[in-house]
Nanobody, 121 residues
Framework: QVQLVESGGGLVQAGGSLRLSCAAS????????MAWYRQAPGKQRELVAR???????KYADSVKGRFTISMDNAKDTVYLQMDSLKPEDTAVYYC???????????????WGQGTQVTVSS
């Protein structure tokens, strides 16, 4: 089974930067796309950014120009560089991977455990 391990969350002042990482591990799988979602208290989980294995990228309007998603295909790792952070970016950030499980011959979606990002004003 594929597992996602996230790192890089924390506390930062408004205007600061953080970099999130998410590494996928397991066997007999390939990644079609990876993404970052976030969920603030009392709100629904929302897509922040998504990148496909062919490098197609999508951002939420609220983070365009401030966040950058990238994927290292050789390491099965996705990164989220977050700059010019705002208090409204405070949330738990979740890594998401759309994978193909070659052992079971099926597409799957996996989630990371989440990492807290807190931006103080």
């Amino acid at each position: 089974q594929v597992q996602l391990v996230e790192s890089g969350g924390g506390l930062v002042q408004a205007g600061g930067s953080l970099r999130l990482s998410c590494a996928a591990s397991g066997s007999l799988f390939s990644i079609d796309a990876m993404a970052w979602y976030r969920q603030a208290p009392g709100k629904q989980r929302e897509l922040v950014a998504r990148v496909t294995s062919s490098s197609n990228i999508k951002y939420a309007d609220s983070v365009k120009g401030r966040f950058t998603i990238s994927m290292d295909n050789a390491k099965d790792t996705v990164y989220l560089q977050m700059d010019s952070l705002k208090p409204e970016d405070t949330a738990v950030y979740y890594c998401n991977a759309e994978i193909y499980n070659w052992q079971d011959h099926k597409a799957e979606t996996q989630w990371g455990q989440g990492t807290q990002v807190t931006v103080s004003s």
